[in-house]
């Protein structure tokens, strides 16, 4: 017996032999078209109308902006199995990443196994770690699944941090932030000067009556091109040790961006790459030209004043909060996710459980540079795993013990910042090489 709703997808009562992907945005599209690829039966479930996650910007979970594109190039973003058509541009904006997720699900017909416009409500343990899923819908149908991929995405639930005081003007968080209209001749202060946060301030530049900048500390910039091309097509040609890299890299970006602190930025408390850098050319220009101005950590509230952790203070009509985002999965218990404390859950390259084989966390993984096709073949091991455990492979079964723990260093010698967005920070190479090579480890088995 089987139902269609939203699109054409089908609801069926016999999905206990079935897997569960949550979410239609770029990793749930990659653990479809892995699944889909292994012959592994699923059905997708995705809250919106349509696939694209946060890269369509109709979606109501969407924290993208109008002015919003990629801070890496497409060449170094895509899925390699589909690449995006010469006409779009070096650094796509939301609607041709849209269309292009779109094309790349009608293409495979991945789009088919899902059930848009339907939220997971609910996913609980049916008993064992090695019994299978129930996944409870908004229609109020729960169902039986084998496994749950869960792929809701990393960048839509705000973290908001509190402030001493109140401020009696308009505060906002950027993921509620779509136009820059809502600054016309406003003094705005941004909190918070990551890739978001200058994005928008280069926006409210020429709207706003003022606009400032506060921030905690320091950061590193990084120009969208180099000798005409792409800065991250250039350097991901270059093949050097981690800690070498680093540092050539950053001579290099000094050349091109100069130095951020003569434009009123602290000295970066951090070295190039131990931080997410600011992909964004346009705020130190802007800087430059008095347009916009650095301002310190917010030490209080007081009405329309904002007073400074140095004791300057100045007046506001819009405080906008770019302080990103936190890990959110609503649906299900944390302790189901070995998540007892901490800023993410313990998995084994940020996506095993330790002990439920059946059970998977897609795309919570972000390094500079590891664009859609680290996440693509993320989904890729998890998919030949999944084939594996079926067949009983000797490579599964090893892969299920080294999932248990101790778990490798992903970091590549890198000494990461120890802040809540960067606890599923990983270095690229090093991630995809261990990736890579469970990968070959399963493949050579078939």
């Known amino acids: 017996m089987a139902r269609k709703k939203s699109g054409g997808a089908v609801s069926r009562s016999d999905t206990a032999d079935r897997f569960c992907i949550i979410g239609a945005g770029p990793a749930g599209l990659a653990a479809a078209r892995n699944l889909q690829r292994f012959l592994i039966p699923f059905d997708g479930y995705e809250s919106h109308s349509d696939v694209g996650g946060l890269w369509d910007i109709t979606n109501q979970r969407s924290t993208v902006y109008q002015s919003a594109h990629l801070i890496s190039s497409k060449r170094m973003t895509e899925f390699a199995e589909f690449p995006m058509a010469d006409d779009v541009a070096d650094y796509p904006s939301h609607s041709e990443l849209r269309n292009y997720f779109r094309e790349f699900a009608r293409h495979f017909g991945i789009d088919k196994a899902y059930r848009f416009s339907t939220s997971v409500v609910k996913v609980e343990p049916q008993g064992d770690p090695g019994q299978g899923w129930l996944v409870t819908l908004d229609t109020g149908e729960t169902l039986p699944y ?7 995405g990393t960048l839509s639930e705000p973290n908001m941090p509190t402030f001493r005081g109140k401020f009696s003007g308009e505060l906002l968080h950027s993921a509620a932030y779509k136009t820059p209209d809502i600054f016309r001749d406003k003094r705005v202060l941004i909190v918070g000067a990551g890739n978001s946060g200058c994005d928008i301030a280069v926006d409210a530049v020429h709207h706003a009556r003022s606009v400032d900048i506060s921030v905690r500390r320091g950061y590193h910039f990084v120009p969208k091109y ?9 350097g991901g040609r270059i093949n050097l040790p981690p800690l070498l890299k680093q540092k050539v890299d950053g001579i290099i970006l000094k050349w091109f961006t100069g130095d951020p602190e003569r434009f009123g930025f602290p000295k970066p408390d951090h070295a190039l790459y131990e931080s997410h850098p600011i992909v964004n050319s346009l705020v130190l220009y802007h800087l430059g030209h008095g347009d916009i101005s650095v301002k310190a950590d917010i030490e209080r509230f007081g009405g329309r004043k904002v007073h400074f952790v140095d004791g300057s203070q100045a007046e506001y009509d819009i405080v906008l909060l770019a302080t990103g985002y936190r890990l959110h999965y609503p649906f299900i218990e944390r302790r189901h996710l ?10 084994y390259l940020n996506c095993f459980h330790p002990t439920r084989d059946n059970l998977f966390v897609m795309g919570m993984v972000e390094a500079s540079g590891i664009g859609w096709q680290g996440r693509y073949e993320q989904a890729e091991l998890v998919a030949r795993y999944i084939r594996g455990t079926m067949r009983k492979s000797r490579a599964a079964a090893r892969l ?4 248990k723990g101790p778990y490798p260093d ?12 960067m606890a599923y920070y990983v270095h690229k190479d090093t991630y995809r090489t261990a990736i890579r090579n469970h990968i070959d480890e399963l493949a050579a088995e078939e």
């Open 400 to 403: 299920t013990k080294l999932k």
């Open 226 to 234: 180099v000798f005409g091309k792409p800065a991250d097509a250039i």
């Open 410 to 421: 992903m970091r590549g010698g890198m000494k990461y910042l120890k802040l809540d967005r």
């Open 146 to 152: 084998r496994g749950v991929l869960i792929a809701n």
């Open 338 to 347: 070995n998540w007892e404390s901490g800023a993410a859950p313990e998995l």
